[in-house]
C-alpha cells in the first residue's frame, strides 16, 4: 500500500476510507491544477470526495489505472502522454471520445469503465463566456493531433462559416478533415487543410476570426506559424487561442504584436474540469458550480 507520504503523486484510494476518490493522471502531473479546481467544486457543491494525482512510468498507464480502479476509485482524468491509452483502457466509450480518438476522463459503473473527452466542450465554453463568436466565423485550428482532433467535433458542432486545419505536413490535416466533411456539411461549414508553411501565402491566406493553436510548440517557447503566415491570419479584429497555459506564449506574442486579442488555456483546463466533474457527480449539480469563480481565482 502506498504510504500517506507519498499520495501526492500515487493517489491510493484505499487511504481515504468512506469517501470517492479520483485523480489526475499523467506524467509529469506534479504542475496539474485539476485537484485544486476539483476541490474547488466539491466545496462549492459540498461533496465529499478527495482528488489526487497519478503519475505512472511511461508505459505504465494500464497497470495504474486498473490497480488505481480495483482499490476502490471512482473516476480519472486523463492527460499527456496518456489520452491515447486511456480510449484503449476503456470498455465504452462516448460518442464524443469516439470523435475525437482520445479520452481524457474515466469513470467505473456497473463494474465497466467508461471514457470521455470533454476537452472540446470546455474550449466552446471557455470561447463563449469570453465573448467568442463561434457561430458564422472564420476559425484556423493550428495542429492536427490529438489535441485538435479533440476539438473539432465541437468546434463544428457551433457552426462556423469556414473551419480550416494547418498542420505542418498536409497529410494528418486531410485525414481530419475526410474524417469530419459529413458533420462540417451537417452544419454548413467549409472545412478545409492547409500546412503552416500554405499560410505564408498572402493571396489565399484572409485574416480570421479566431486562430487556435493546438499545437505544442509552446512548450519549447517556439510558434507553429512564421512571422509571415502570422502577419496574414492575425488582423486587430482577431482573438488567438492558445491552449497551453502559464505564461504568454510565442504564438500569444505574434497575436499582441498585430494588435489581436489573446487567451491562455486555462479557462479551458476549468470547463473540461467542469464536464468531468459534473459526469461523476451528476448532471443535476450544474447549477451549484461556478467554472468562471474557480477560473477567476485561479487568475488571482
Known sequence: MTSPASTDLHTDPRLFEGIDVYAVTGNPISHSKSPLIHAKFAQQTQQAMHY???QPELGGFVRAAHDFFVAGGKGMNVT????????AFSDVLTPRAQLAGAVNTLWIRDEKIYGDNTDGAG?????LAQGIAIAGARILLLGA?????GV????????????VIANRSSAKADELV????????????ILESTTHEGLEDSKNT???DLVINATAAGLDNQSPLSNLAAANVFAPSSFAYEMLYGKTSSFM????????????????????AADAFLLWRGSDLATSIDPRAVLAELRS
Open 145 to 149: 493531433g490529438g489535441a485538435a482532433r
Open 253 to 272: 506574442q505574434q497575436a499582441l504584436q498585430r494588435g489581436a486579442r489573446v487567451s491562455d488555456g486555462l479557462g479551458m483546463l476549468v470547463e473540461q
Open 123 to 127: 474550449l466552446v465554453r471557455d470561447l
Open 152 to 163: 473539432l467535433a465541437p468546434l463544428l458542432d457551433q457552426s462556423p462559416k469556414h473551419l
Open 52 to 54: 489526487g494525482r497519478l
Open 178 to 189: 475526410t474524417l469530419m466533411t459529413d458533420q462540417a456539411k451537417m452544419n454548413n461549414t
Open 80 to 87: 499527456v502522454p496518456f489520452k491515447l491509452d486511456a480510449k
Open 206 to 208: 484572409a485574416p480570421f
